[in-house]
Structures are given as C-alpha cells and as structure tokens.
C-alpha cells in the first residue's frame, strides 16, 4: 500500500512542479525544492514565503485548490494575479512584437486554465489515496 501511495504522491509532485512553473509566469517561482517523504508518501514543499511545507496527497490538493479559489474571506492572489495580467494587454500590445505578444497572452491564458486542471487533477488523486 506504501508503494501505491508514493506512486501518488510521485504523480502529484508532477502536478505541483508544474504549477509552480506556470504560475511563476505570473511573478516568481515560490518553489524552492519539492521532493517525497518516502516513509510517510508525503509532499515536502519548500515554499520561498512559507518555509518548508509537508502534506500528504489529500492536503496538497485542498493547498492548491485554496492558492487558486482563495480561502475563506481572502481572495485568490492567483486570480487577481491573472487578472492584472490581462489588464496589461493594451500596453503590451505596443511594446511587443506579434509573436511575442502572442505568446505572452497565450500563456497568460494558458496558465489560468492549466492550473486549473491541475487542481482537478490533484483531487482526483488525492481521492485515490484516501481509499488506499
């Protein structure tokens, strides 16, 4: 069952890695290391803000969803992030090239819909590991 779980955990951390990388599209990469506890099947993040983080697969999922959606009363730095991004696109309009303003809205709205995706994604797995 621990080999399961960190098979989990392993396709997780995928998912973690490559959100930090998208959402670092939209400031800096928070992430400073990410790697498994391979005793527990836990996910130890080291957050630039936060320090060192661990979750098991269920925790990280509900971690993500709230980094996007926000929690409770505290809006989605995400969110607002993307937002001011998209606001900026009549003045990139004119200091980019075509390709390159293409590319840059591109991934502004890529990495909105990608990130969201991915929290599906680190749900659904974290349903898997609770019924492990």
Do not use: H, P, Q
């Not at 955990?9 to 290391?33: P, Q």
């Not at 840059?104 to 599906?120: A, D, H, N, Q």
């Amino acid at each position: 069952m621990l080999g399961k779980k960190i098979e989990i955990a392993r396709k997780s951390v995928d998912l973690i890695r490559e959100f930090f990388s998208l959402e670092a599209i939209l400031g800096e990469n928070l992430c400073r290391g990410i790697e498994i506890n391979k005793e527990t099947a836990s996910i130890i993040i080291n957050d630039l803000y936060e320090g060192v983080l661990e979750y098991d697969v269920e925790k990280a999922a509900i971690a993500f969803e709230e980094r996007i959606n926000g929690w409770g009363r505290c809006s989605s730095g995400f969110y607002d992030a993307i937002e001011e991004e998209k606001n900026c696109f009549d003045y990139k309009f004119s200091e980019l090239s075509k390709d390159e303003f293409i590319n840059y809205v591109g991934s502004i709205y890529y990495t909105e819909y990608r990130c969201e995706e991915i929290v599906k994604e680190l749900k659904e797995l974290a349903e898997e590991y609770k019924e492990l």
